[in-house]
């Protein structure tokens, strides 16, 4: 229910930007922080928990261990750029397609790093309540 109301609230967040805040033909910078924050809040939520529980066997060989990465990492990175990208485009076009490169460093990166999640198999979880009782995810 959280997850569904977060979702529903950004699609406002969204609406309203285009709407009222920025026009649909700029760079959504307001929209992409937002959502920046959010990712980058629920991947380290989803490492915390990983933490606190203390379930996981080889946790580099589950999918979420390598999907959050990647978002922690993709929208960590680029949270200046999607601040910034609207004033770096009108000092120059130059400058701005130099540091959109890296953007797209980072997008390579960001889907590499979902494809090794792909490639993760199911692993065994220990339950902290009895040892002997293994799960799998």
């Excluded at 307001?30 to 928990?49: K, N, P």
């Excluded at 060989?61 to 770096?88: C, P, Q, V």
Aim: aromatic share 16%; glycine share 2%.
């Amino acid at each position: 229910n959280f997850l569904i109301g977060l979702v529903n609230a950004f699609w406002l967040l969204a609406l309203i930007n285009i709407l009222f805040i920025q026009a649909w033909d700029t760079n959504p910078t307001i929209t992409r922080t937002v959502e920046s924050v959010v990712m980058i809040a629920l991947a380290l939520r989803y490492f915390f928990l990983v933490l606190r529980d203390l379930q996981v066997i080889d946790l580099q060989k589950t999918f979420m261990f390598w999907f959050g990465t990647s978002i922690l990492l993709y929208f960590s990175a680029n949270l200046l750029l999607f601040i910034y990208s609207n004033y770096i485009m009108t000092v120059s076009s130059e400058q701005f397609m130099e540091v959109w490169a890296i953007h797209a460093v980072l997008n390579i990166l960001l889907y590499s790093l979902y494809s090794v999640a792909l490639l993760c198999k199911k692993t065994p979880l220990i339950s902290v309540k009895s040892s002997s009782s293994v799960h799998f995810s």
